[in-house]
């Protein structure tokens, strides 16, 4: 099957709302974006609390840290490996019966966990099974509901309800910690119910969106389908699945976008890593606090930065909020690098972050709006991959660098990497001159360089 397409509107299939480009739609009273919003939160939620509690039950039960971290490791792992089966999965099926499907194997596993905990002591098998299971989901089906966004809500609002989803995650990342250690001094199984009960609210709220783009199933010959051997088939199906990915790699104007994303944010993590590991490096309890500090200002900046975000979207080009974003980001990590009062860090950090969810939810939408909604799930999974193994690399990197030349040099190096790393993106002619969203399909209209997918 071919999966190009060159259609003016990006899109195909029913049921979307990925071909309007009205700027007076209400996400909330004619789309469906309210209903995915509460399934997608309950997610958020989720994740939040697994990713907390999980290696402290594995610590509580083992007693070794390296079998705690191993549990993140398994999932990371089998996400990456089911990452571009579960694009293809994500395009080629109802996306609300898979965040249904996503849900209820979520319910299902820790609603078991739960009960074990309680009920008799939880092996660090089970937790492996667990692991296992969840990574597997969250590689098939973890990415469905962001695949779903174009097709549900106009092209013009995706950075708007971006944004909204970057503040939410902020949110969340800042009350998810406290919570899962509320919860976890009742009990070990007490996250675990609260998980289950996230898992089953999840699927219910996607039981209630109905208005989204569907696939169209087209109905192929049955003799053809009956005399198709296996290694056909199998064929056939790793096409379609790295279509996406090559897609990527093949579009000269996608390959240059890949370059920031691949390199850029894992140069950024990787010195905000190495940033808290020199604050803590006394081990006393201020270098602690500092370390704690730090990474809550990271939070809390963004979440400052997305209640402005739809301000700034519209009334600021495009192109003028990503060139900013990109260069802030790398001269204020220069300069924390350089500065050693905490407060000043702080402070820098904070004015890193600020442009941070308009810039990339601005970036962000319109990458989504070059795709049609049903291939939406395939590039994301190309992504995802390239990404995944670029940032532990870049992380072992800079610890290795910053052992062996200190934190000061690794850090500078860091920021003007991110500069270096973001230029290919921010020299397109599309990206330098990209409008406001309401604007965006005229000006793919007169940009060459870009080929729909």
Not at 13 to 21: A, E, L, M
Not at 59 to 69: C, F, M, P, W
Not at 283 to 304: D, E, M, P
Not at 434 to 447: C, T, V, Y
Request: positive net charge; proline residues 4%; contains cysteine.
């Amino acid at each position: 099957m071919n999966t190009t397409t060159k259609s003016s509107n990006g899109n195909n299939g029913s049921g979307g709302n990925g071909n309007k480009h009205h700027e007076s739609v209400n996400l909330w009273r004619e789309t469906d974006y309210g209903k995915w919003f509460v399934a997608d939160s309950c997610t958020s939620m989720s994740t939040s609390i697994q990713d907390f509690a999980l290696p402290l039950i594995a610590q509580s039960i083992t007693g070794s840290a390296v079998l705690a971290t191993l549990l993140n490791s398994i999932m990371t792992a089998c996400a990456a490996v089911f990452r571009l089966p579960g694009g293809y999965l994500q395009d080629r099926y109802d996306r609300k019966k898979l965040m249904v499907i996503f849900g209820m194997i979520g319910f299902v596993m820790f609603a078991g966990c739960s009960a074990m905990l309680a009920l008799s002591p939880l092996g660090y098998a089970a937790l492996i099974i667990l692991a296992l299971v969840l990574g597997t989901r969250t590689g098939l089906l973890g990415s469905t509901s962001n695949t779903m966004l174009r097709g549900l809500v106009p092209d013009a609002q995706l950075p708007k309800v971006m944004s909204m989803n970057y503040s939410r995650d902020s949110a969340i990342d800042l009350i998810g910690a406290p919570i899962s250690s509320a919860l976890m001094m009742i009990g070990n199984w007490v996250p675990m119910v609260a998980n289950a009960l996230l898992n089953l609210l999840e699927a219910i709220a996607s039981t209630r969106i109905t208005r989204y783009w569907k696939p169209e199933h087209k109905h192929e010959s049955t003799n053809g389908a009956a005399h198709e051997s296996l290694s056909s088939r199998l064929r056939s199906f790793v096409i379609e699945a790295t279509s996406g990915l090559k897609w990527l790699l093949t579009d000269p104007f996608q390959r240059r976008m890949l370059i920031a994303e691949m390199f850029c944010f894992p140069c950024f993590n990787a010195f905000m890593l190495i940033t808290l590991l020199d604050a803590n490096q006394s081990g006393t309890s201020q270098g602690l606090l500092l370390a704690t500090v730090l990474n809550a200002s990271l939070s809390v900046s963004i979440l400052i930065g997305s209640l402005i975000a739809n301000f700034m979207i519209d009334r600021v080009n495009g192109g003028i909020l990503v060139i900013v974003d990109m260069t802030m980001l790398s001269i204020c990590t220069v300069t924390v690098a350089l500065v050693d009062n905490a407060i000043v860090k702080i402070a820098i950090l904070t004015c890193a972050l600020l442009l941070f969810p308009a810039g990339n939810a601005v970036i962000s939408g319109f990458c989504a709006s070059i795709v049609s909604p049903g291939n939406q799930g395939r590039v994301a999974a190309g992504e995802t991959m390239l990404s995944l193994g670029i940032s532990p690399i870049a992380t072992l990197l800079a610890g290795v660098a910053m052992q062996h030349f200190g934190y000061r040099a690794t850090a500078v190096t860091l920021g003007v990497l991110i500069l270096l790393f973001a230029l290919p993106t921010l020299t397109l002619r599309p990206i330098r001159t990209l409008p406001k969203p309401d604007k965006w399909q005229e000006h793919l209209d007169n940009s060459p360089e870009i080929h729909r997918f």
